[in-house]
Structures are given as C-alpha cells and as structure tokens.
C-alpha cells in the first residue's frame, strides 16, 4: 500500500541537524522509497511517498523521526489507481 508521509520540522530541531540524520538513516525493512522530496518551506521539510508491507515499517519510521519532525501518515494511491476505482464506481454493481 502506498503512504504519503508530510514532515513539519519541530522549532527545537535545525535543518543541519535533519540532512546529517537522513544521510545515513534507511527507510526500515518493509517500507520502499517510492519518491522524496525536500520543499522549500518552512512548513513542511519533507514529503515522502513510500510504498510499506505492513504499518510495521511505517511506524518504525514514524519513531526514528518524531523528535524533529511532527508527521502526518495517510495512505494514499495513484492517478491510475484513482481512475479505474472510479470507473469502476460508475459502471456500478455487476449484474
């Protein structure tokens, strides 16, 4: 299942002190980097869409990174995905 993860950095954290951590940190077994991006801003630092076997992983994650970063876990699918469910839904119950 694929998950969108938003990390906000917490004011007690610096970004010098975030980058040194994600240099050598590696997302847990189970969970697969799908893309990864660093935003300019100040509200989120980070977004990152994995793909995980199990909630497992992504609360391993979770764990690694929330005494600098406040995060936001949803699942997510994509476009493709979206739009066959919705075709589906519109061509409704099989007879």
Known sequence: MLFVVMGKP???????ERIARRVSWEYPVGMRMVAEYWPMSTEVA??????????????KAIVDWDDVFDLTVVPAMTAEQGLEMAKQMQAGPAA
Do not use: H, L, Q, R
């Not at 917490?10 to 010098?16: C, F, N, P």
């Not at 980070?46 to 609360?59: K, P, R, T, Y």
């Open 46 to 59: 980070v977004i990152a869409v994995a793909e995980a076997d199990n909630v497992a992983s992504i609360m």
């Open 10 to 16: 917490k004011a007690a954290s610096t970004g010098k």
